[in-house]
């Protein structure tokens, strides 16, 4: 490291030294995501895969501000843009305030924890350098002790973060929308740092507390539940123990969060067509209800339930708003393009697609507790999730069963007491006009057939 060769283990000398930004305003790929996907074509899938990459422009181009940091820059992709100097200037007070509170006579002084988390994290370097897809990158934009001392600044940032959320609850700084927004950054594909840096960290640091204040796993869950935009909570034991080597690899703070999406079964349900859809208003017509699914092992689970009175089309309850588009777009992206990922925010996010085709659908699953809407328009909402799924690809459907169902029914002759009913009972003033129709009907029925009777009595 540079200060160690200087002769330096001052913290003051080493916190400046971290928190110097870099000129550069982005670093550049020398060649495309996609050019150097098609190069690494030959080789093993596990050898190829880097978790972390600069986002195709074919996703990139649709929402540039779905994965470019609004608060904070973690890693190298996006360190040094003007707009994110605030928070990273603040990186340092962070560094120091953890340094403060795990330091001891027994554990030792700042500056000894902080040379043993920069040791940990350069004996790492070059596993470091192989999460990040593009080494020609990271080989003209940081030199080694560069990027040893981005990762320590910004893994004892995230912990510390993580730390002050649980300390202040629902309010950080200034209010409760800045510490979502730094939250929402700590997601982007295009944002993190390999996990078993944030975890090599946590154990130099807040594990060396005995007992912890919280464990990583306890860590993450909180930063991840302010950033879920579905009523339903994560379910802390579907990522098991975060700390246990055991534990199957997490590549980053966004594929956690992925973690936490999975269903119950995970096998792929490859389709070879995109499967009959049918919007929120088509389905409503012919009697199918929406509620919420509380579905606790699948929170993006969509289910279709049928009985002959009450055809039900279970959705997880979701709040849309920015930080909803914004988080669907990174887990797509990360679907998309890491072979060993599976695509369940794609799956969920076409069959939102097929759902809503209007604002008139929108406002049917806002009536129905489904949706909540926070863009201010119900035509605000059908645009953003039409436009989540442009240029997908969608090689499996996670609904399919679902979807088969939905479709069985809709084409059935269950549907015919609800479609007239529907049509004709749909308020009070026609039903009262069928039922005067019927009885006016009936009346005359009834006269003919007397009328009839009497006649054939003269003859």
């Known amino acids: 490291m540079s200060n160690k060769e200087e002769g330096s283990s001052s913290l003051a000398v080493v916190s400046h030294d971290i928190t110097i930004i870099a000129e550069e305003s982005e670093p550049i790929l020398s060649e495309s995501v996609e050019k150097l996907l098609q190069i690494a074509n030959s080789r093993n899938v596990e050898e190829r895969f880097s978790p972390i990459y600069t986002v195709p422009s074919r996703l990139r181009d649709v929402s540039l501000s779905s994965f470019t940091p609004r608060v904070v820059s973690i890693g190298p992709i996006h360190r040094g843009r003007a707009n994110l100097k605030l928070m990273q200037d603040k990186k340092a007070t962070y560094l120091d305030e953890l340094l403060t509170e795990v330091c001891s006579p027994e554990r030792g002084s700042r500056a000894d924890i902080l040379t043993r988390c920069e040791k940990k994290v350069s004996d790492s370097i070059k596993e470091i350098k192989r999460y990040y897809f593009g080494k020609y990158f990271m080989k003209d934009g940081y030199s080694d002790d560069k990027l040893v001392q981005i990762m320590v600044m910004d893994a004892c940032f995230i912990l510390q973060f993580i730390n ?166 990174n887990l797509i992206a990360y679907e998309q393009y890491s072979t060993p990922v599976k695509n369940y925010a794609t799956s969920y996010a076409m069959a939102m697609d097929m759902i809503v085709a209007t604002p008139g659908d929108v406002a049917k699953l806002v009536k129905s507790n489904v949706l909540v809407n926070n863009l201010g328009s119900n035509e605000k909402a059908s645009y953003m999730i039409n436009n989540i799924c442009k240029d997908v690809t969608f090689p499996d459907f996670y609904y399919i069963e679902s979807w088969e169902r939905t479709k069985k029914y809709y084409n059935s002759w269950y549907k015919i007491p609800w479609v007239f009913t529907r049509k004709y009972c749909s308020t009070p003033w026609k039903a009262i006009a069928l039922l005067a129709a019927v009885i006016v009907f009936s009346i005359a029925i009834i006269q003919f057939i007397f009328r009839l009777t009497r006649f054939k009595s003269f003859h």
Not at 185 to 194: C, G, K, R, T, Y
Not at 260 to 285: D, G, M, N
Not at 296 to 323: C, E, G, W, Y
């Open 164 to 329: 002050k959320l649980f300390k202040a609850g629902d309010e950080l700084y200034e209010n409760r929308l800045r510490s979502r927004s730094v939250g929402v950054d700590l997601v982007l594909l295009e944002n993190q740092i390999p996990f078993f840096v944030l975890k090599d960290i946590y154990e130099v640091t807040f594990e060396t507390l005995k007992p912890p204040p919280h464990s990583l796993t306890e860590m993450l869950h909180e930063l991840l539940e302010r950033v879920n935009p579905f009523a339903e909570k994560l379910n802390i034991d579907t990522v098991g123990n975060l700390s246990d080597e055991r534990t199957p690899p997490l590549y980053h703070i966004l594929g956690i969060l992925h973690e936490f999406y999975k269903p119950e079964r995970t096998e792929r349900p490859i389709i070879t067509a995109i499967p009959a859809a049918y919007s929120a208003v088509e389905l409503h017509k012919v009697g199918v209800r929406f509620r919420p699914n509380k579905d606790k092992k699948f929170l993006m689970a969509v289910k279709f339930q049928h009985s002959l009175h009450k055809p039900t089309l279970k959705m997880p309850r979701v709040l849309i708003d920015n930080f909803f588009e914004v988080i669907m777009r």
